[in-house]
């Protein structure tokens, strides 16, 4: 018998009954059913809502339904549609009349909203950890690397002079932005919506304030009607894992490239690549790959849950319990992804030769170039186009402007002298961008001394 059957006169169809039941994913939700169960049971007591000792038998089996899910001691069943009453029906089964009582003031609405937000509100910590982690790696690599100089690239051609550490930090401050978004989300998502029953509360006191508390709420939601049919906490959730994983999508991207032999800025740890099962040569950034592909599966779970509920009138609606599997594989997949692309990257080898050899062509000097000239009083526009007609000379002789003599300089502008060539050094195109922000040693000094701070508030 369903505990919803008393107004219907024939059995559920065992098609409808499978395609009804979300016993087989949001069974992951026990532990918090068994919470809010808990909570509410013991408000109800405190309430008077039912007699004290039978709240008290309750929560001892509710109790003692955790540990026996937790070991596996009993089944959960689609003939009991979802996590919550197969719960409720293991404990009916166990305390008889009392465990009858535990329903009072409360709808399954109210139920799933708050153990859902109680498993994401948990997952949260975990996934800010990680980012932190990754923060550490990525400062530990630009430490080690604040002189390798490497190209910065626009439209993917050699731009400006930077290096490795000044590229890091560019990462690491797309996770620190990742972390505060996770922040302020589970600071959104903290408000409890136990209590809202099936839309529109109870006439029951129900003290809803006591249940946030026993929670870890800092409140309870404002309107019942919104606390059952938001599922904003998820979507902002989801979102938030989207952006995280565009972040390690793009670094994927790069890793890939620099692993090429086109490239050959990094060398992969052996640990952290694979072979073909018929090149003998290969070694794959399988790693990265994956890290770039399954960026797809967590766009996917935002844009299933957007759609799911961009329609629905209010309060709840059964639609609503396609929200789950979504979160459930973005966790899974984020949860997966921030360890093993940490540790890749942690133990990845910098290769500084072929970084400055690739900086050293594609004139990537050519700004400073005109700095030069400007910095002795000629306009901007007039040094960008004497360098440009430089450039072109250095492209039909096969030079580049650091071995172009300085007769050839000079028959392009006066203005050139011998100490051109030291102006055009990598370091000093480096070492001169000591803005705010910028690739010199003591501007990224500053940008890890700032995210180390970032970690340590934590
Ligand atoms: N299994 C449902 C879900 O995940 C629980 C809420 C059901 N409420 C209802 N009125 N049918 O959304």
């Known amino acids: 018998m369903k505990l919803w059957a008393g107004r219907f006169q024939k059995e559920t169809d065992t098609l409808v009954n499978d395609f ?17 169960s808990i909570a509410h049971a013991a408000m109800l007591g405190k309430q008077g809502i039912i007699e004290e000792h039978e709240a008290e038998k309750i929560i001892d089996g509710l109790k003692a339904i955790l540990e026996d899910i937790k ?118 998502m903290d408000e409890c919506p136990l209590g809202a029953g099936a839309l529109a509360t109870s006439t029951y006191p129900v003290d809803r304030f006591q249940t946030a508390a026993a929670l870890g709420f800092k409140k309870p939601t404002d309107n019942s009607m919104d606390s059952v049919s938001d599922r904003d906490f998820a979507i902002e959730f989801l979102s938030a894992c989207s952006i995280l994983m565009m972040h390690l999508s793009r670094f994927s991207e790069e890793i890939v490239l620099w692993c090429s032999w086109e490239f050959k800025f990094v060398e992969l740890d052996d640990a952290y690549s694979t072979g073909s099962s018929i090149m003998p040569q290969k070694k794959n950034p399988d790693v990265a790959e994956l890290v770039r592909g399954k960026t797809g599966r967590v766009y996917g779970s935002l844009i299933t849950l957007l759609t799911v509920m961009k329609g629905l009138p209010l309060a709840y609606n059964k639609d609503m319990q396609e929200d789950k599997e979504p979160v459930f594989d973005a966790i899974d997949t984020v949860e997966m992804c921030l360890p093993v692309f940490t540790a890749m990257l942690d133990t990845l080898t910098v290769l500084p030769n072929n970084m400055r050899k690739a900086a050293s062509g594609g004139f990537i000097n050519a700004t400073d170039c005109a700095d030069y000239l400007t910095k002795k009083g000629m306009p901007f ?67 890890i001394a700032n995210i180390q701070a970032f970690i340590e508030a934590r």
Do not use: W
């Open 381 to 447: 526009r007039e040094a960008y186009m004497i360098v440009g007609r430089l450039v072109n000379m250095c492209i039909k002789t096969g030079e580049t402007l650091d071995t172009l003599p300085l007769k050839d300089f000079r028959s392009i502008s006066a203005a050139f002298d011998e100490d051109v060539y030291q102006a055009l050094e990598l370091k000093t195109c480096v070492n001169g961008r000591r803005v705010y922000g910028g690739p010199a040693k003591e501007a990224v000094e500053q940008q």
């Open 71 to 188: 070991a596996e001691r009993v089944e959960l069943t689609t003939d009991n549609e979802d996590i919550h009453m197969n719960v409720e029906s293991l404990l009916t089964g166990r305390l008889g009349e009392t465990g009858k009582r535990l329903h009072t003031a409360r709808s399954r609405n109210d139920q799933v909203a708050v153990d859902f937000r109680l498993f994401v509100k948990r997952e949260i910590p975990t996934i800010i950890r990680m980012c932190l982690d990754l923060e550490k790696v990525l400062v530990k690599k630009a430490q080690a690397n604040l002189e390798t100089v490497m190209p910065g690239y626009t439209h993917l051609q050699r731009a400006q002079p930077t290096t490795f550490a000044h590229y890091m930090m560019a990462y690491a401050n797309m996770f620190r932005r990742d972390v505060t978004r996770l922040e302020d989300c589970l600071e959104r």
């Open 20 to 36: 009804n039941s979300s016993i087989t994913f949001d069974a992951r939700l026990y532990q918090e059913d068994i919470e809010g």
